[in-house]
């Protein structure tokens, strides 16, 4: 009889404090587990692509020092400057470009006879578009060769631009040509 009695009492006091527990537990007393949505800015296709046309001969000794500063490195010491222009069409929208280009003779690596070789290449692109005016990094290399067009490819992150404040990073790259002007395309993200 008295476990009965001792059964009951747990019983009862237990289903009495259920509407304090159920009121604690209430939204008003605890945080969402789940966090605040927030907007934010959203990565966009970042896509350009620049007709380049180059210089035969180098603008000068050393690294290029024009632009926003992006190719102003020269890690062997032995390096030469060339400057390209041409335009730009896409998501800066049209308008004129200049591609500063420190080309490492230093770095150069290839095969034994120098029939093709490839060397670092640092680069600054300004871009004053319709849309935006961007300044951006390339970092890449260059390769020539005796049976086959100059190219030019790395990747390409945007330092400065008032469409994208936040980033931007894509592949990039094209041909080199000092007669016609090649393409140069930039494809990646930006926010």
């Keep these: 009889m008295k476990s009965k009695v001792l059964v009951i009492a747990i019983l009862a006091a237990a289903f009495s404090s259920v509407p304090a ?3 604690w ?3 008003g007393n605890q945080t969402d587990a789940t966090p605040e949505k927030k907007k934010s800015p959203h990565s966009s296709k970042w896509d350009l692509t620049l007709s380049l046309l180059y210089p035969s001969t180098p603008t000068n000794d050393g690294p290029c020092a024009g632009g926003a500063g992006n190719a102003d490195h020269c890690l062997s010491g032995d390096c030469l400057c060339f400057t390209a222009s041409g335009t730009a069409k896409g ?3 049209n308008g004129p470009v200049m591609f500063f280009e420190t080309f490492d003779a230093g770095g150069e690596f290839g095969p034994i006879g120098g029939d093709s070789g490839c060397t670092p290449v640092y680069g600054d692109i300004e871009i004053a578009g319709k849309v935006d005016t ?11 060769s005796s049976i086959a067009p100059q190219i030019l490819e790395g990747g390409c ?7 994208f404040p936040v980033v931007g990073l894509g ?3 094209g041909n080199v040509n000092t007669i016609v002007p ?3 395309t930039i494809r990646g993200r930006a926010e």
């Design 182 to 184: 090649q393409p140069f």
């Design 134 to 144: 961007e300044s951006i990094a390339f970092i890449g290399t260059s390769c020539f």
């Design 21 to 23: 527990l159920a009121q």
């Design 25 to 27: 537990h209430s939204q």
């Design 91 to 93: 998501s800066a929208g």
């Design 171 to 173: 592949q990039c790259g």
């Design 157 to 163: 992150q945007l330092t400065d631009s008032e469409k």
